[in-house]
């Protein structure tokens, strides 16, 4: 998918679009694990290195044609992991939470996620619509 990142970051700030959940994710990159503050809006995750430093992330993942699955702990070498795998790409992040119950969190919130963007998006432009209409049947036609 295409997208122009400082549109995607400036999504950051916000208001209209409200954190789903937010907290500190450990990442394993180059068989690693580095600790991030991960921040879910709409359909995009966005990492920062602390939640001190949210002005630009680390990086970002849209949140879109992917599965969300448990991990074998025993294979991350890290407990409370989890796999974000990108359908169209073959990419796999290997993701993980703090405890079992916020491994619960994220993975729903995850699973859901484009669904909901897509419902909010619905309804906001039916909203639009709905005045667009109520502004047009209000307006004063011309008689000949």
């Given at each position: 998918m295409l997208a122009n990142g400082r549109s995607l970051v400036s999504l950051i700030n916000d208001k209209s679009y409200d954190r789903t959940v937010s907290g500190k994710l450990f990442?394993?990159?180059e068989d690693r694990w580095r600790?991030?503050?991960a921040v879910l809006k709409a359909n995009l995750l966005f990492f920062f290195e602390s939640?001190?430093?949210?002005?630009s992330p680390i990086?970002?993942?849209?949140?879109e044609d992917c599965t969300i699955e448990p991990s074998d702990d025993n294979q991350t070498g890290r407990q409370f992991s989890f796999a974000i795998n990108f359908k169209s790409t073959k990419r796999v992040f290997?993701?993980?939470?703090?405890?079992?119950?916020?491994?619960?969190?994220?993975?729903?919130?995850?699973?859901?996620?484009?669904?909901?963007?897509?419902?909010?998006?619905?309804q906001m432009y039916q909203e639009e619509i709905n005045i667009k209409s109520n502004s047009?049947?209000?307006?004063?036609?011309?008689?000949?």
């Amino acid at each position: 998918m295409l997208a122009n990142g400082r549109s995607l970051v400036s999504l950051i700030n916000d208001k209209s679009y409200d954190r789903t959940v937010s907290g500190k994710l450990f990442v394993l990159q180059e068989d690693r694990w580095r600790q991030t503050f991960a921040v879910l809006k709409a359909n995009l995750l966005f990492f920062f290195e602390s939640e001190t430093q949210l002005e630009s992330p680390i990086f970002l993942l849209i949140v879109e044609d992917c599965t969300i699955e448990p991990s074998d702990d025993n294979q991350t070498g890290r407990q409370f992991s989890f796999a974000i795998n990108f359908k169209s790409t073959k990419r796999v992040f290997q993701l993980a939470a703090e405890d079992f119950k916020t491994l619960g969190n994220w993975i729903s919130f995850l699973t859901v996620c484009s669904v909901d963007y897509i419902t909010a998006t619905k309804q906001m432009y039916q909203e639009e619509i709905n005045i667009k209409s109520n502004s047009d049947s209000n307006s004063p036609t011309e008689s000949k």
